[in-house]
C-alpha cells in the first residue's frame, strides 16, 4: 500500500486489532484475488528518521515473512504504539508479537467469508 486513500479506508472502514506493541489495521478487498498488502506508519514520536525508517525495515521483513501464510485478500497496517523502544525492536519481537495476531484475523476473515457465502 502507497497511497493515502488506501491507508485512510484501512483506518476509517477496516478492523482495529492490538497488541503490546502494536496496532493493526486490517481490511477486506473486494473483487481482488490477490494475496495480502502492507502498509505501517510510523510516528515522529519514534525517533528521528533512521529509527523511524528501522523500524518500517522490520515490519517490511516480518510481512515478507508472513505472506505465504496469509493467503486473504486483505490490506494490513501496523503502527507501532508510542511505548515500542525502536532500538531494541528486533526482527523475533516483531514475529513473536505479530504472528498470532495475523493469524486471528485471517481465521477472522476466513470465518467471515464463509457466513457471507452461506448466506
Do not use: W
Not at 489495521?25 to 505501517?40: I, M
Not at 523500524?55 to 507501532?80: G, H, Q, S, Y
Amino acid at each position: 500500500m502507497r497511497r493515502r486513500v488506501e491507508f485512510l479506508a484501512c483506518y476509517e472502514r477496516g478492523r482495529k486489532y492490538r497488541s503490546p506493541s502494536f496496532l493493526v489495521f486490517a481490511l477486506p478487498r473486494d473483487g481482488e484475488a490477490a494475496g495480502p498488502r502492507f502498509g505501517s506508519a510510523v510516528s515522529k514520536k519514534h525517533g528521528n528518521a533512521v529509527l523511524r525508517n528501522r523500524v518500517k525495515r522490520i515490519l517490511r521483513e516480518f510481512f515478507r515473512f508472513a505472506r505465504p501464510n496469509l493467503a486473504v485478500p486483505l490490506d494490513f497496517v501496523i503502527v507501532p504504539k508510542s511505548n515500542l523502544d525502536p532500538q531494541t525492536l528486533s526482527l523475533a519481537a516483531a514475529t513473536a508479537e505479530l504472528s498470532p495476531l495475523c493469524a486471528r484475523i485471517a481465521r477472522e476473515f476466513e470465518r467471515f467469508q464463509e457466513a457471507r457465502r452461506q448466506a
